[in-house]
């Protein structure tokens, strides 16, 4: 039982606590609560198999860090933050909300690592699947913005997905692209359950073991991102496909649609936008792109009826 707020609901999860914040646009992590409130649901002993989802805003803009952690990151240096340093004020604004981002990650972390020693002594996490997974990053104006509320581009769209349990090996770093749709394959996979028929995303499993799938489907694989909370001046959404190293970003403006074109094998930071120049190389992930818009669009079409969503 939770110690605030618990919603017991007709479908999905069976128990539902949240910390809701004054502000949802300023939220308060409540990072120590939320995690002490599920550790005193593993207390009380849940009927096993047992599925947990534990979310918290912590990590969220405006970043706040515990005094405590304001010592962290200090240094003279600031090459770390990558802006040119002629941004001037802008760099600096850059550098300092990037250090508290850090602090806040570590702040995390060290709850994080309360809870999960807290599984291992009680023997519980020798049995138990974690995933600890974001939905985005954030930019520093690497690409004159602040936040995720920019174009796809990788600062945000490489959160991290990190997975410990039993079945899962140790210390093995997988650089195939993988997306937030293979994560319920994945566990579904470690649980030893069946996939529903209509599931999307690919279990990593096989990567996880060294076990690479045959044949050219995994290299090709397509991988979509998209915006939809953007710049002013940018109209939503923008979108993203990346298929191997390379990337296409397509995003609209009063003055039509635009293209940025990136090879990340080279230009990993996503500073030589290579559309003028090699555009036509990229066909393919046009191609893919437009084929990925229309079948939005027809799903959007079938559950509104044809009215349109912007």
């Known amino acids: 039982k939770l110690e605030d707020t618990v919603v017991v609901t007709p479908s999905g999860f069976d128990i539902y606590g949240e910390n809701a914040s004054a502000d949802l646009m300023s939220p308060d992590g409540q990072v120590t609560r939320t995690f002490g409130q599920a550790r005193a649901w593993l207390e009380a002993g849940p009927s096993t198999p047992f599925f947990l989802f534990v979310h918290t805003f912590q990590v969220h803009a405006p970043y706040s860090p515990p005094l405590a952690y304001r010592r962290y990151f200090l240094t003279d240096g600031d090459a770390w933050v990558d802006v040119p340093p002629e ?15 850090d602090r806040e990650i570590r702040f995390v972390d060290d709850e994080l690592e309360r809870l999960l020693q807290w599984m291992e002594a009680t023997g519980l996490l020798e049995r138990t699947i974690v995933v600890i997974l974001s939905d985005h990053g954030e930019q520093f104006y690497e690409h004159g913005g602040l936040g995720h509320g920019t174009l796809p581009y990788e600062q945000v769209l490489r959160p991290p997905f990190i997975v410990v349990g039993p079945g899962v090996p140790a210390g093995r770093r997988i650089a195939e692209t993988v997306a937030h749709l293979d994560v319920m394959p994945t566990l579904l996979d470690l649980a030893g359950a069946p996939h529903p028929p209509a599931l999307q995303g690919e279990s990593v499993v096989p990567l996880m073991l060294g076990r690479l799938p045959t044949g050219p489907a995994r290299a090709v694989r397509p991988a ?9 001046n940018l109209l939503p959404p923008a979108l993203a496909v990346r298929i191997g190293s390379r990337k296409l970003m397509k995003y609209r403006t009063a003055r039509g649609e635009h293209y940025e074109y990136y090879d ?19 066909a393919d992930l046009r191609a893919v792109l437009e084929q990925r818009e229309g079948a939005l669009a027809a799903i959007q079409q079938s559950l509104t009826g044809g009215a349109a969503i912007d």
């Open 87 to 101: 941004r001037g004020a802008q760099h600096a604004e850059a550098e300092h909300a990037a250090r508290n981002y």
């Open 224 to 232: 979509f991102s998209s915006s939809w909370v953007l710049p002013e």
């Open 264 to 282: 990340l094998a080279s230009d990993p930071a996503e500073r030589h936008d290579l559309w003028a120049e090699q555009g036509g190389a990229a």
